[in-house]
């Protein structure tokens, strides 16, 4: 993916990629009261806060946004996205395409130096060579994320399974220096938009070899450095910061010299905002249900901003197979076994989703004026890619409506509205799913387990109204839904950080979020593969190849008709030479996440609210693989952004887009 997201993130922090305001902070320059338009890349230091320690910097192996927020700034890869949203070069020069759409040839930048934790240049510019040795030692550290390039690079499957232990059968060759070549196993016309991930990343192969299992270790000096920045400082749960890479190849694009983040724990919101106001950061998310929004107000009135949505979809997750109780409400094993049949029931998966009020659960965030702004009924966005000039959402809609009429025929899949919210539906499923749980000797109320982080204030709300929400629908007698609030490592552990099934402690879960590695909504799909999934664990199931002897998810996989998921994958996947078709494809693929409820998309990234001395639009916007967190091309101006301001920026960074569109479109 391009990253796993945990829910904090979406909480409190504004990214500056999708406008209206970014993630940071200015600590070179005072904020002011917005009454009017700043000096725009006046400033050159960006600080913030962040609320999740970096566990590696080894960007060819980490999935972890918490991870990837950083180190994507410290490295480059071939292509990057600009402010409009648009693939172009960075080391690569330039590249070409085999007439078969199966080789794709880059030429690389010359001079550009790798550099160590001191801006020191270690004695060896990047070369070709570098992206060989990248994936080799991604494969080596079965990195989390090979899954994107492992079936799509000849022969590198067959590697990985140990079928050849020759790596120069694998298609990626330095044929010189300067000249880089990907081999497919068949077209894809978004494997542009993969290059830029961490996994097809460059990396020295003498550094490697110099570091050993050091690489990558969360310490300044365990990378070598090719991008706009270079970490100089990283201290657990207290402050992490970055210094220019003087020695960069494009440095009249980097605005912002600086990169500064404090820990914050969630536990107070309204102390992102007093910091803003007194200078210290550079932007600040807002609150408009906390105490201090009416100082919000009274200072910034005319300076209040929400982001656009963005790409990453967060939702709520079933454990169909929880094994681990180490943070429960029940008392008996006759609970947990009731509870399992119930996740396992369609009928209760649909009750649920009906009675699930998701605008009052995001208005806990973001307000109510803001609440409807980001909310998502589809895993993939409905404008992600069009089908014959159709938005992808629709195409799914239609089909949904079709397969379930009675579920799903009044049920409007569109963003921006909770179109899922059905009381009278959730009352008729609740009826349904209970008579067939009763004929199987289930006892009611149901409890369900619902982990929280017990200092995030925001979310802990949120959680609150989803139970509101869910026991008024269903009636407490029926389901029950127990807030297990633990401390931050507990919270983790049991849901974003676990690796396996048997770690994952919880019977629902709004903990993770995803986003795409590239443009194809497979980039969304495939999490769910019940063979190779990255987000299985979510769902309290595992991928094959995690799985020691007997799959312990194997019977709830088989029940919930995850070979029909399957085979839908495949049948999309095999489509090459046809866009449309692909993606129609696909959309049957999240028709059958729909009717089944195998999760709850509830809403996207971003949509938030804040006050901020961003230059709005000037940062990357990236839709998918790494950019969104980077701080190249971002401009911070000397005091608040109005919305006047936003509002114009916005129309011509539109404007830029359609004509970069039309202009590809020839």
């Known amino acids: 993916m391009k990253k796993v997201l945990v829910s904090l993130l979406a909480a409190t922090f504004v990214l500056g990629a999708c406008g209206g305001g970014g993630g ?15 000096e725009k890349g006046s400033v050159d230091t960006y600080s913030y806060v962040f609320s999740t320690d970096i566990e590696t910097l080894d960007y060819l192996f980490s999935q972890r946004n918490s991870n990837s927020q950083h180190y994507s700034n410290f490295v480059d890869g071939l292509m990057e996205w600009n402010p409009e949203g648009q693939l172009v070069p960075a080391l690569a020069e330039s590249y070409k395409v085999s007439d078969d759409g199966l080789t794709y040839t880059y030429k690389i930048r010359e001079g550009v130096p790798w550099v160590d934790s001191e801006g020191n240049e270690y004695g060896a510019d990047v070369t070709a060579n570098d992206w060989v040795a990248g994936l080799k030692h991604a494969v080596e550290k079965k990195s989390e994320t090979l899954y994107i390039v492992a079936d799509s690079i000849k022969g590198l499957s067959d590697y990985i399974a ?10 990626v060759k330095a044929v010189d220096d300067h000249t880089l070549e990907y081999t497919l196993n068949k077209p894809e016309s978004y494997w542009n938009s993969k290059l830029t991930y961490g996994i097809l990343y460059p990396a020295n192969e003498e550094f490697l070899k110099e570091k050993g299992d050091d690489f990558g270790k969360p310490t300044p000096d365990s990378i070598l450095y090719n991008g706009p920045y270079i970490l100089t400082e990283n201290t657990s749960k207290s402050a992490i910061e970055y210094g220019p890479n003087e020695s960069y190849w494009d440095q009249d694009n980097v605005h912002v010299k600086n990169v500064k983040f404090i820990y914050f724990d969630g536990s107070d919101p309204d102390w992102l905002f007093k910091q803003y106001d007194a200078g210290e950061f550079t932007s600040a998310r807002v609150y408009p249900n906390s105490a201090g929004y009416k100082d919000v107000e009274a200072k910034y009135k005319d300076s209040i901003n929400f982001s656009l949505p963005g790409s990453s979809t967060f939702n709520m997750t079933f454990n169909f197979n929880r094994q681990a109780y180490e943070n429960t409400s029940k008392t008996t094993d006759k609970q947990k076994e009731d509870t399992k049949k119930a996740i396992m029931n369609l009928n ?25 702004k980001a909310l998502r009924n589809t895993l993939v966005p409905t404008d992600f890619v ?44 609740m009826d349904l799913a209970k008579k067939e749980l009763e004929a199987e000797g289930v006892e009611f109320p149901i409890h369900l387990d619902l982990p929280e982080q017990e200092t995030a204030e925001v979310l802990v709300n949120a959680d609150k109204s989803m139970k509101q929400s869910v026991e008024a629908s269903l009636g407490k007698e029926n389901v029950v839904i127990d807030i297990q609030l633990l401390n931050e490592d507990a919270y983790y552990a049991a849901t974003y950080q676990a690796t396996s099934s048997a770690a994952t402690d919880y019977d629902i879960s709004t ?24 987000m299985l664990t979510t769902l309290g199931l595992d991928a094959d190849a995690t799985v020691q002897g007997e799959d312990p998810g ?34 049957e693929a999240e028709a059958w996440l729909v009717e089944n409820v195998i999760q709850i998309p509830i809403f996207a990234s971003l949509a938030t609210p804040s006050v901020s001395n961003i230059v709005p639009f000037t940062a990357p ?32 960074w539109a404007a830029k887009r359609e004509e970069a569109a039309a202009k590809e479109a020839k």
């Open 621 to 652: 916007y990236a839709y998918a693989g790494l950019g969104d967190y980077r701080y190249k091309y971002m401009e911070i101006q000397d005091s608040a952004v109005t919305t006047d301001q936003w509002n114009k920026l916005h129309d011509e």
């Open 554 to 587: 194997k019977a709830a996989k088989e029940a919930l008709k995850f070979e029909e998921y399957d085979q839908l994958l495949d049948k999309a996947d095999a489509i090459t030479d046809d866009v449309n078709k692909r993606y129609e494809a696909y959309a």
């Open 24 to 38: 940071s902070s200015n600590s070179g320059g005072s904020a002011s009261s917005g009454s009017g338009e700043g």
């Open 162 to 171: 140990g079928k050849t232990d020759d790596f120069s059968t694998v298609g």
């Open 386 to 429: 069009q089908i014959d000039g159709k938005p992808f959402g629709e195409v799914v809609q239609d089909k949904v409506r079709a397969a379930d009429a009675e579920a799903f025929g009044e049920v409007n899949l569109a963003e921006g509205q909770d179109g899922t919210y059905k009381p009278d539906l959730a009352k008729k499923y």
């Open 511 to 534: 903990a993770s979020g995803w986003g795409p590695d590239y443009i194809d909504p497979s980039s969304y799909l495939n999490i769910y593969n019940s063979h190779s999934g990255d």
């Open 348 to 372: 209760f998966r649909k009750a649920f989703q009906f009675a699930f009020d998701k605008k009052a659960y995001r208005a806990q965030n973001v307000g109510d004026a803001g609440a409807e």
